[in-house]
């Protein structure tokens, strides 16, 4: 079952912040996060862990809540290279071999 | 270090005919996974290999097969194409062990006509 991803999209100026959430109805044990730009190929962003360990991104940050099993990336300060289609992968298998992608949240970051 | 490579880029098929697609990991990649991607669903799994051997499969029918081969390199095969199975066919390879991330090919467009 795909992860719920909100916003679907966001429009924000240069600068500003973003949040992209991301649920799942599944226990999980890591989120993945990636950023796919039109006509690209996705490329990782993050990897989130059960008990809070963090890898990847050293200028985007999110968050792993386990019991409500959501993940939030936080978008700060936004530059215009943010601009993408942001997907989530849940994995509630705790290999991360079978990642399901929610749909997708479109971001444009504007000068 | 080269990238994810897939081939070839766009391939358009009749209706009822058969595709193969391949995809050349990074050296070293042990594990290569395949994603459908289309607009309205996002990226859908279809299969992950590792060592020659098919180890997850999506919820797909088995018109969609996959091979993979002591080089790694891997092959996806959709026979008796429907007009449904247009879409971007993305490869993804990792190390295949511990919780790592992706890295993606640019895709394989298909266009079933």
């Known amino acids: 079952q795909q992860p719920v991803q909100s916003p679907q999209a966001v429009i924000l100026r240069e600068g500003e912040d973003a949040v992209i959430n991301c649920s799942s109805s599944?226990?999980?044990?890591?989120v993945h996060w990636y950023r796919q730009k039109h006509g690209e190929a996705p490329v990782f962003l993050m990897i989130?862990?059960?008990?809070?360990e963090q890898k990847g991104h050293e200028k985007i940050s999110a968050s792993f809540n386990e019991k409500k099993q959501q993940s939030s990336l936080y978008l700060t300060a936004s530059q215009l290279s943010y601009s993408g289609t942001y997907f989530c992968?849940?994995?509630?298998?705790?290999?991360?071999?079978?990642?399901?992608f929610g749909s997708g949240t479109q971001l444009t970051v504007l000068p | 270090k080269a990238g994810v490579t897939q081939t070839p880029r766009y391939l358009i098929k009749t209706r009822g005919q058969q595709v193969t697609l391949s995809c050349s990991p990074i050296?070293?990649?042990?594990?290569v996974s395949w994603y459908q991607q289309t607009p309205g669903q996002g990226l859908q799994f279809l299969f992950e290999?590792?060592?020659?051997?098919?180890?997850n499969k999506g919820n797909f029918p088995g018109r969609f097969s996959g091979r993979q081969f002591s080089n790694s390199r891997s092959e996806m095969n959709v026979s008796t194409l429907e007009l449904g199975d247009s879409a971007l066919y993305l490869c993804?390879?990792?190390?295949?062990?511990?919780?790592?991330?992706?890295?993606f090919g640019s895709g394989t467009r298909l266009t079933v006509v």
């Open positions: 992968g849940p994995d509630s298998s705790g290999s991360a071999r079978q990642l399901t």
């Open positions: 599944k226990a999980l044990y890591s």
């Open positions: 989130l862990l059960k008990g809070g």
């Open positions: 050296s070293g990649h042990r594990s």
């Open positions: 290999y590792f060592s020659e051997t098919q180890r």
């Open positions: 993804a390879s990792n190390i295949g062990t511990g919780v790592v991330g992706y890295t």
